[in-house]
């Protein structure tokens, strides 16, 4: 998959409040495998954006928090056998994107907060 620049525009469905990017670093695998797990990722609704760095094996997503988590693009990558590079600052990384997806989606369900 050829490596695309992240754009100002966002997709339908993409609200820019409530979007994220997320950088994952992939061990190496089949280009193949790789190519249908960021096509299927790419067609998600709530994905703003995709982009793949060959050199550095790093996956850059950008996609509305209140629509989809970190969790269930790994899984459609799991699902592919991409494996994800697997390390402590890769695990602490993915635990912290897990909290604030969580937090942002929550958030957005409540009314804001003042205190007047």
Known sequence: MEEKVMSTHHRPGVCAKHRVVRRLNLAPC???????????????????????????????????????????????????????HNSTWENAKRSYYEFVDDNIKDSSQRPPWSCH
């Open 30 to 84: 089949d280009h193949h495998l790789r190519d249908a797990a960021l096509s299927e990722i790419d067609a998600l609704i709530g994905i703003d954006d995709v982009s793949f760095d060959d050199v550095k094996q790093r996956l850059t997503l950008a996609y509305d928090a209140t629509r989809l988590d970190i969790d269930r693009l790994i899984d459609i990558l799991e699902a592919h056998q991409v494996p994800l």
